[in-house]
């Protein structure tokens, strides 16, 4: 007889169909738990980089709005401390359009006295030596810190005299367009 048909009755049941069903083959982890961590390192990686990219976009914008007020700041002190007095009805005007609330208010109560004063001085060139933001205002202006030199041809029309002052400005947005709310002179 061939090796094939001595099958005992043990043997047998080694060669029959297993009514439960095919045996389960085991669980493999691998690829879940790949899976389960490459998902975890792509949303960490996606919520730094948004992270990053929000810190980003808003410093960029602290410093536009910064370097806005400076320029302006900068602009308005180079026009306010030259002095023009051939011209005082024109600087009044100029700096009285540049105001906005207690300054335009004391500027206006002033006016007349200081276009006399203007049109008294001798002509003056303003500089601006250096300027920076000390603090922004709960109403959105600027605190700016102002260091200015002013230079007089002195009365034998050779020498020149040279004065520096410090300012603090207040300035706010109004609409599209940067006012001066408050100008104190430090000493």
């Given amino acids: 007889m061939s090796p094939r048909r001595q099958v005992d009755s043990a043997d047998r049941d080694f060669f029959t169909a297993n009514v439960d069903g095919p045996p389960k083959p085991p669980f493999r982890w691998g690829l879940p738990l790949t ?53 005082a009805n024109d600087y009044a005007d100029r700096v009285l359009a540049q105001g906005t609330g207690d300054f335009a208010k004391s500027f206006k109560e002033k006016m007349n006295e200081i276009v006399v ?29 102002v260091a200015t030199k ?14 520096g002052n410090r300012w603090v400005v207040t300035t706010i947005e109004e609409g599209q367009q940067w006012k001066i709310s408050q100008l104190i002179q430090v000493i």
């Fill in 35 to 87: 899976t389960a961590l490459s998902v975890l390192v792509v949303a960490a990686a996606l919520a730094a980089s948004i992270f990053m990219a929000v810190g980003h976009e808003s410093y960029r914008r602290t410093q536009l709005r910064d370097a806005a007020a400076l320029d302006y700041v900068r602009a308005f002190m180079t026009s306010y401390t030259s002095l023009d007095p051939f011209h």
């Fill in 117 to 145: 004063q203007v049109a008294r001085a001798e002509p003056t060139t303003g500089t601006v030596l250096e300027a920076g933001v000390q603090r922004w205002n709960d109403n959105g202006g600027a605190d700016v810190l």
């Fill in 150 to 163: 002013i230079s007089t041809t002195g009365p034998d029309g050779k020498s020149t005299i040279e004065s």
